[in-house]
Structures are given as structure tokens and as C-alpha cells.
């Protein structure tokens, strides 16, 4: 299981319903693995996504101390910063269009995330600098790479077609950002025939 975090906030408890944010979810997987937890301390979840669960009802104190102890178990961690929240939901929100939506979308990146997290992309770029220590165009270029590296793994499709799926302008420009990320072009990456991939909460 992916080590993820989780925050609370009862604040935004509704009458019939608590939302849970959840940080590090990059896949199925983790869904699974929250949603099971949950259970666990008796929450009912209503909806599990990548970097938000809703579940019925209110979290007590004491179902949040074994939701806890239950997550460090796991590998996870509770959190209770307003701040970390937004980075978990940039980071998830560009997770979904690279490798969910292969980059499929008319908007450019900041234009993208004001849409998603509601918020203006000044703020939530400098936020994503100070927390995080890279830029959040450079975390963007991270997971297109990793995407890519994911396809030419699968070595179902050519380089031209890779790019024209991620959005790329060419394919010159994404064996340039390809090798300026990894330090190696495309075709050297395939002929290692080995996995090189970093899993996705690690970048």
C-alpha cells in the first residue's frame, strides 16, 4: 500500500456527512485500502476518490485516535494543516489529467487547477514552492515523464504516438523534456528492458 495521510476537518461535517482528505492516493489500491480502514473504525464510507473520501455521518474523537493508530499501521499518517490539504489536492488533481486522462484537455495547466481546487494559481503555485521545494510546473513535467515511461513499457505504441496521446507538440520536444528529467532519451529508456518507473507519491 502507497503511504498516505489523512486530515479531517469537522468543520466541513455536514448533517449527514464528514469529508475526508487523504493524502498520496495514486491509485486503486489506495482507495481500497482507505475505504477498508474506515470500516474498520465503524465509518460508513459514501464515495472513496483520489485525495477525498465522504463519509455518513460524524467522526468521533475516539473513531479518529483508532483511525490513526489504524493508518500508522499502514504506513500512514493523520494530518491536520489546512496547507497540506491544497498540495494534496493540486498534487491529485494533476495526477488525474496525466495519467487518467493522458493530458486530455483544451485548458493549460493553470487554468486547469483554478478550475479544479477553485482558487487562484498564483497562490497555489507560490503554496506548492514553499511546501514542497520544486515548482508545480516541475512536479506536472515529473508525472508526464512518468506517464511516458509508463507507455513505452506497455511498447504498444511509437514515440509519435505517444506524444500526440500526452499533448506533446512534437516528438523532438518530448524526447528534449524526456532527457532533461531522466538523463536519458526515449529509446535509451527502452532498451534497458528493465521497469525504471518511480511510483507516483514519490515525486
Known amino acids: 500500500t502507497n503511504s498516505s495521510s489523512l486530515q479531517i476537518y469537522n468543520n466541513r461535517t455536514t448533517m449527514s456527512e464528514t469529508t475526508v482528505y487523504i493524502k498520496n492516493m495514486v491509485c486503486d489500491r489506495c482507495k481500497m485500502a482507505v475505504e477498508q480502514t474506515l470500516r474498520n473504525v465503524g465509518l460508513t464510507p459514501l464515495a472513496v476518490d483520489l485525495g477525498v473520501a465522504r463519509v455518513s455521518g460524524t467522526v468521533s474523537k475516539e473513531q479518529r485516535d483508532r483511525l490513526q493508530e489504524q493508518l500508522e499501521r499502514l504506513g500512514f499518517e493523520l494530518l491536520d494543516d489546512r496547507k497540506h490539504q491544497t498540495i494534496e489536492q493540486i498534487k491529485t488533481a494533476i495526477i488525474k489529467l496525466v495519467h487518467y486522462k493522458d493530458n486530455n484537455t483544451s485548458?493549460?495547466?493553470?487554468?486547469?487547477?483554478?478550475?479544479?481546487?477553485?482558487?487562484?494559481?498564483?497562490?497555489?503555485?507560490?503554496?506548492?514552492?514553499?511546501l514542497t521545494s520544486k515548482t508545480i510546473e516541475h512536479y506536472y513535467i515529473e508525472q508526464r515523464i512518468e506517464r511516458v515511461k509508463e507507455l513505452l513499457t506497455y511498447n504498444e505504441m511509437s514515440l509519435k504516438e505517444i506524444a500526440l496521446l500526452m499533448n506533446y507538440s512534437s516528438v523532438a520536444y518530448l524526447s528534449n523534456q524526456f532527457k532533461a528529467v531522466t538523463g536519458m532519451r526515449p529509446s535509451d529508456f527502452k532498451a534497458l528492458q528493465r521497469n525504471a518507473r518511480k511510483e507516483l507519491d514519490k515525486i
Open 107 to 130: 485548458l493549460n495547466l493553470s487554468d486547469f487547477l483554478q478550475r479544479e481546487l477553485h482558487q487562484d494559481y498564483s497562490a497555489l503555485s507560490k503554496l506548492f514552492s514553499e
